[in-house]
């Protein structure tokens, strides 16, 4: 990044075009808002240019003072390179500060109109700071320094013609307006006592506009972000967004290209308007709108490497740079919003299976999951058929479930993924099974898919309760009722919503006062805190409590008076519960102990290996595992 600051001469008069991008919100300064602040501004620098020139110096010892007259700071722009021919006029895209650096074309404008008038030889020098020589322009456009957007370039000709147009003042195009404003005020200025214009004054005011008027270009090479510099300039507005980033820049390479421009936004790019792309999603730092979820989504699916949320402007330049079309680009965009909607449930998919796993995917945040599922979404049906597709999802969602309910690391997600990624497009490219690719990618190394015996020994031993996340406890029994109740022919039909039930320890955690310990034989050991076996024996009880096999699922019936009471209290609210399959054999357990919490769990974990199958049993049957 080259940032740096410079008089507006420098900025201007070499041979040079700013062009702002076609879809940049509307130009939007005003008189009262910033035109009359902004003239003001120009007034307190060239009368203090002026204070010098008028106090009797000359020569060497006037122009050290000039050199010291304070400068006025316009703030920044943020420009990109764009392609231009060799020995053409350089190119420019404002990518932030349109606002701005419109509003000093428009005050050059006015200032220009007075020195005209005046027949001032400051006319040229100023004249070069809105207009490319004749000899270097070889289409019209060419001869303005600022190029605006499509939609006012029929008016910008206009605004910045010598003959200065009839209808501006109050009432036209606000380019009109605001160079009507600036030449008024510098008329003003300018003016002696008689109403005469005074060159001096107008010079000076020339001047200091061209001298020591000062903005901070700053100008993004190859490897810079504009995404992260937005986020230091406009910490205190509204930043745009990575996507908008990259919208201006895919749109502005259409126009140099002459593509149809309007036709293009009409037809892939209008969709990201609607309220639902612009609502933000995550938590915390890493919350962001749905559309640069997208575009990072897309950028990992198409280039095969996991995208850098930090830095999604410059990896999808990076990528622009490699070649692909405008269009060719929009329509993947397109086919990846499509896609994107139907995992997060803004659409319908074609199979409730599919449905059902994004949204338990989703339930666990793992985000990172998503350019691989938009990415099967993408693939055409003869090469990935609805069976296989539905297949390789539910590889993707038993692998990251079990992994979930086994405890095992998340760290590396993104990698190991994006890998899996790379594989299943390799294997669509040689005409393979993307499906068995992804069953077979998912599996080995330090983030391998759980074994029918890890989900066991996990469901066993594994402390649930407090250790993890009560959602995705609720995700658990949830999905295991669901599962037995489709498996009963005799159970009927049930909307149950699983996210509103309450998580309730079959025995209590406060259980030492109703819930006897028994020895091995069975025989009850008096509660007495002394005693080492009791303590033994309550230590090892401890341990069961927030077992999964000890965990049940409630509805709002259950009375939770009962909760901390003894099992002869607690079973018939058991019983209660016919609504949830889950709670039929606690409700017929004769007694609730250490055992019995063993057999639940055994039990949960073959539903949940059943809910969550191994990857053999996923391989088509030509795979090898």
């Given amino acids: 990044m080259d940032a740096k600051t410079y008089p507006l001469q420098d900025i201007l008069k070499p041979e040079r075009r700013y062009i702002v991008p076609t879809f940049q919100r509307d130009y939007e300064w005003t008189k009262e808002g910033q035109w009359k602040l902004f003239f003001e501004d120009l007034e307190s620098t060239a009368e203090r240019l002026l204070d010098v020139r008028l106090g009797g110096s000359d020569g060497s010892a006037l122009k050290s003072k000039e050199q010291n007259v304070s400068p006025h700071f316009l703030g920044a722009i943020v420009c990109a390179g764009l392609p231009f021919a060799t020995g053409g006029v350089a190119l420019r895209s404002v990518i932030d500060g349109q606002q701005r650096l419109t509003t000093v074309q428009l005050l050059i404008r006015g200032l220009l109109d007075v020195l005209i008038e005046a027949n001032s030889e400051r006319t040229k020098s100023v004249r070069r700071m809105l207009f490319n020589p004749d000899d270097v322009v070889e289409s019209p456009e060419e001869i303005y320094k600022l190029w605006p957007r499509k939609k006012d370039r029929e008016v910008w000709p206009i605004a910045l013609a010598d003959e200065a147009p009839e209808h501006g003042g109050e009432t036209g195009h606000l380019y009109l307006q605001a160079r009507h404003f600036f030449a008024e005020s510098s008329r003003v200025f300018a003016a002696d006592d008689d109403g005469h214009l005074d060159e001096v004054r107008l010079v000076a005011m020339a001047d200091a506009l061209s001298s020591l008027f000062k903005l901070v270009v700053i100008d993004l090479d190859e490897n810079d972000d504009a995404q992260v510099i937005f986020e230091v300039l406009n910490g205190r507005q509204t930043a745009l967004s990575a996507i908008d980033l990259v919208k201006n820049l895919l749109f502005l390479r259409s126009e140099l290209a002459d593509d149809d421009v309007d036709a293009l936004y009409d037809k892939y790019w209008a969709q990201f308007d609607d309220a639902w792309w612009k609502e933000a999603v995550g938590r915390g730092h890493a919350q962001r709108g749905r559309r640069d979820v997208l575009l990072s989504v897309w950028l990992t699916a198409v280039t095969g490497a996991e995208a850098n949320v930090g830095h999604l402007y410059r990896e999808a330049r990076a990528y622009l740079d490699g070649g692909p079309s405008t269009e060719g680009v929009l329509q993947t965009l397109s086919t990846f919003a499509k896609a994107y909607q139907v995992i997060y449930e803004a659409e319908p998919a074609e199979d409730k299976r599919l449905t059902v796993a994004y949204r338990r995917i989703r339930s666990l945040d793992i985000t990172t999951a998503v350019p691989l599922l938009a990415w099967l979404r993408t693939v055409k049906a003869d090469v990935l058929p609805l069976a296989d597709h539905v ?82 406890i609720r995700l658990l029994l949830g999905s295991i009722d669901h ?14 919503t699983y996210d509103d039930l309450q998580i309730e320890h079959v025995m209590p955690r406060a259980w030492k006062d109703q819930w006897p310990i028994a020895d091995g034989e069975g025989n009850v050991v008096p509660r007495d805190e002394a005693d080492p076996q009791w303590l033994s024996l309550a230590n090892e009880r401890s341990r069961y409590l927030d077992r999964i096999g000890n965990l049940t699922l409630v509805t709002q019936s259950f009375n939770l008076g009962v909760s901390n009471l003894g099992w002869d209290v607690k079973k018939p609210e058991f019983e209660k519960q016919k609504s949830l399959v889950i709670n039929y054999p606690v409700a017929q357990a004769a007694s609730w102990d250490e055992a019995a919490i063993t057999d639940r769990a055994t039990q949960l974990a073959v539903a949940a290996v059943m809910l969550w199958p191994s990857p053999d049993s996923l391989l088509s049957p030509d795979g090898t595992a």
């Fill in 391 to 472: 297949r390789a999802v539910q590889a993707i969602e038993s692998w990251a479930l079990r992994r979930a309910y086994v405890g095992w690391q998340t760290r590396g997600y993104g990698t190991h993924l994006t890998r899996v990624l790379r594989e299943a497009k390799a294997a669509a490219e040689n005409g393979d099974d993307p499906a068995d690719a992804v069953v077979t990618g998912l599996q080995g190394g330090v983030l391998d898919w759980p074994s029918d015996a890890d989900v066991q020994d996990a469901f066993l031993t594994r402390r649930f309760y407090d250790n993890m996340a009560q959602a995705r």
């Fill in 483 to 496: 599962l037995l109740r489709s498996a009963d022919p005799n159970e009927p039909d049930a909307v149950i």
